[in-house]
Antibody, heavy 119, light 109 residues
């Protein structure tokens, strides 16, 4: 059974870099043609697609975040990671990792992790 | 970027009644449209993809329709567990970005 689990600091200071990791179990990141994704949700707000990565390292980012986002993959650990630089309070959100299905809709989601940006 | 607009923002419906939620795309997404349900403190759950195909395990009371720019999610007879926030997402673009609607909160009347 596929499981995704986000991990990382729950508190980040303004101007610093947010770093999260998604650990995948029950499936191999490199065994299927999926672009594994990151999505976030500010408190009481809607969903925002951040970006996605293929096991080869190919990535796509939301243009609104592109200058600050880096998504990478570590197939040896079956993990993929998110880095968001120069964070502000507006980056406070629950961050989800997710796996799509044949189309790029998301079938499997992690439980989400709240990251608060505050000094 | 394709903008997804959902209406209404909040919908009040009594249990047992029908709920109809709308999602509009700023340009055609063909049938590359998904619907999700989200309950407080939980991750979104995929309900519908391809505009009208129910995901695994989704009850038949959930149905989706539409193509191009206009889409509808219908819940035929509301159960207590259906009261939640619903999001649409287009995945027509390649390469991304994919975009979500702002959500419709379905509340008990």
């Amino acid at each position: 059974q596929l499981q995704l689990q986000e991990s990382g600091p729950g508190l980040v200071k303004p101007s610093e870099t947010l770093s999260l990791t998604c650990t995948v179990s029950g499936d191999s990141i490199s065994s299927n043609n999926y672009y594994w994704g990151w999505i976030r949700q500010p408190p009481e707000k809607g969903l925002e697609w951040i970006g996605s990565t293929y096991y080869s390292g190919s990535t796509y980012y939301n243009p609104s975040l592109k200058s600050r986002v880096t998504i990478s993959v570590d197939t040896s650990k079956n993990q993929f990671s998110l880095k968001l630089s120069s964070v502000t309070v507006a980056d406070t959100a629950v961050y989800y990792c997710a796996r799509p299905q044949d189309g790029n809709y998301y079938v499997s989601w992690g439980q989400g992790t709240l990251v608060t940006v505050s000094s | 970027e394709i903008v997804m607009t959902q209406s209404p923002a909040t919908l009040s419906v009594s249990p047992g009644e029908r709920a109809t939620l709308s999602c509009r795309a700023s340009q055609s997404v063909r049938r590359n449209l998904a619907w999700y349900q989200q309950k407080p403190g939980q991750a979104p759950r995929l309900l519908i993809y391809g505009a009208s195909t129910r995901a695994t395990g989704i009850p038949a009371r959930f149905s989706g329709s539409g193509s191009g720019t206009e889409f509808t999610l219908t819940i035929s007879s509301l159960q207590s567990e259906d009261f939640a926030v619903y999001y649409c997402q287009q995945y027509n673009n390649w390469p991304p970005p994919y975009t979500f609607g702002q959500g419709t909160k379905l509340e008990i009347k």
